[in-house]
């Protein structure tokens, strides 16, 4: 079934509760009674005042099975906390995700095919290091200078971030994950679903309601256009150019995948991140180049800043939940806006839970650029 979900805050209803609530508030002041101060504090909790700043394949599908070079460090990566004016609330495991892992236990347990192996990568594969970053470069023409891209910026101007200023999407949309940790994968057990619960869309759904926290304008696009795995760039490419011209305030696009890494038929890589003391699925950023057979991309630079403000960014706050940024000779659909990505979430050899968590925190580092971004 597809499902398409289109949410964005609405400026006019903010300025209203923002009104009634300081209303409320004189009437408090100059009435003292107690009825009075007792009503503009109720409403204060139901309608609270915001504040500005607040942070908080190409159809070469191949490469979403390829095999991994696994990084020598051991290091760990933890949480850097920043103190913001809205506090993100912890996230916790839903309870449909429990059940689910419990289910997936006493389905599966006795039918091990494998062993996932869990890996950290910190600079495997880099080709480039530069401002506590790692890039992995494999275009053939392109030397940016990251530095200089990095102090530049990214090509982002947000005019009112309660405008749906955000799309997420998802080209592979029926790619899922392992449901619980074990060490192990299983015989049968399929990492795709046709179910926007258990695949992309739910991880999509993640960073969407930090996002919706924030005050950020977004829409979420949970059509499923890879039950035919041969073309499903062309059909998310229709939704995406058709919603940028609906909404031209739209000026981020991801569009978010897993990955999938093979040691061998029975050895599955899980790169893994420990942020916060709980796992994390890490995230790769792929960002192309017009080089070669790639043609009619002109705003790939405009792509590389992003890339590499978003890599950046999650590096402070999130230290180690990025896999090194790959700069590379595709496109997919990176050429319809400037800030344009596709994000990796881990690979099947992790658990949704832990993408789920990933998400959650993609979200955190995707408020923040947009609070620096935005005129407001």
């Known amino acids: 079934m597809n499902i398409k979900k289109i949410i964005y805050s609405s400026g006019f209803s903010a300025v ?25 504090q109720s409403m204060l909790k139901l309608y609270p005042i915001k504040t500005d700043n607040i942070s908080f394949s190409e159809e070469n599908d191949d490469l979403h099975e390829t095999l991994a070079e696994e990084d020598s460090t051991e290091e760990k990566a933890t949480e850097k906390t920043e103190t913001d004016e809205k506090v993100i609330q912890p996230y916790e495991t839903p309870g449909d995700i429990l059940e689910a892992q419990e289910e997936y236990l006493s389905c599966y347990s006795g039918k091990i095919a494998g062993t996932t192996e869990e890996v950290f990568f910190r600079t495997s594969g880099a080709t480039d290091s530069v401002e506590g970053i790692h890039i992995k470069n494999t275009t053939s023409t392109k030397k940016p200078d990251f530095a200089a891209l990095i102090k530049e910026g990214p090509t982002l101007e947000i005019s009112d971030k309660t405008e749906p200023c955000v799309l997420i999407f998802h080209t592979h949309t029926t790619e899922s994950y392992l449901l619980a940790d074990t060490g192990n994968f299983y015989e049968d057990y399929e990492t795709r679903s046709m179910e926007n619960s ?18 950020i304008g977004y829409i979420h696009d949970t059509n499923i256009y890879d039950e035919s795995y041969n073309g499903a760039y062309s059909r998310s490419r229709v939704t995406v150019e058709k919603y940028l011209k609906e909404y031209p305030s739209i000026k981020i696009v991801l569009d978010v995948h897993r990955d999938a890494i093979y040691y061998s038929d029975t050895s599955h890589c899980k790169p893994t991140a420990e942020i916060n ?73 992790n658990t949704l839970d832990e993408a789920m968590y990933s998400g959650h925190l993609a979200g955190q580092v995707l408020s923040k650029i947009i609070g620096e971004y935005s005129n407001e």
């Not at 300081?22 to 101060?37: C, D, R, W």
């Not at 992309?200 to 969407?208: K, P, S």
């Not at 590096?315 to 496109?331: A, N, S, T």
């Open 16 to 40: 209203l509760k923002t009104a009634v609530s300081l209303i409320l508030i004189f009437a408090a002041i100059n009435l003292s009674t107690p009825f009075a101060e007792f009503l503009s």
């Open 198 to 215: 258990m695949n992309m869309a739910r991880v999509g759904d993640e960073i969407c309601k930090v996002l919706e926290l924030n005050g």
């Open 277 to 349: 003391g709980r796992k994390a699925a890490q995230i790769m950023i792929i960002t192309g180049a017009e080089e070669g057979y790639i043609t009619d991309f002109p705003h790939w630079e405009d792509n590389l800043k992003f890339a590499l403000c978003f890599q950046k960014t999650a590096e402070e706050i999130f230290p180690g939940l990025m896999k090194p940024l790959y700069f590379c000779q595709r496109k997919y659909n990176m050429d319809t806006a400037k800030c344009s990505l596709l994000l990796e979430i881990g690979t099947d050899a």
